[in-house]
């Protein structure tokens, strides 16, 4: 089983960027592949990018196709999201989660999620 903690939202500026840190506990983290999905007001949870366990391959949603970029320090439990150029659109609540069959876009494949962090973006 594996926690994890999401830090770093806040309220910027469209145009800004933002690094999302995904913390996770217990010693298999490396073998669990990551996920961030967002949550918008009315909306349904949407995927937004996934990480193999390695690191070495990942998943993009159209949506944020060269603006985020998802990595992972497996020596430090941490997965990381960095979002720039950011647009108003990308106000949501953002989670991180994690699953050891794939990081693709099935939220129904992970079993553990954080608590989600709230993100801002004004116009």
């Known amino acids: 089983q594996v926690q994890l903690v999401e830090s770093g939202g806040g309220l910027v500026q469209a145009g800004a960027s933002l690094r999302l840190s995904c913390a996770a506990s217990?010693?298999?983290?490396?073998?669990?592949?990551m996920g961030w999905f967002r949550q918008a007001p009315g909306k349904e949870r949407e995927f937004v990018v996934g990480i193999s366990p390695s690191g070495s391959m990942t998943k993009y949603a159209d949506s944020v196709k060269g603006r985020f970029t998802i990595s992972r320090d497996n020596a430090k439990n941490t997965a990381y999201l960095q979002m720039n150029s950011l647009k108003p659109e990308d106000t949501a609540i953002y989670y991180c989660a994690a699953n050891k069959i794939n990081w693709g876009p099935d939220k129904q494949l992970y079993p553990y999620w954080g608590q989600g962090t709230q993100v801002t973006v004004s116009s």
């Open positions: 217990g010693r298999t983290f490396s073998s669990y592949a």
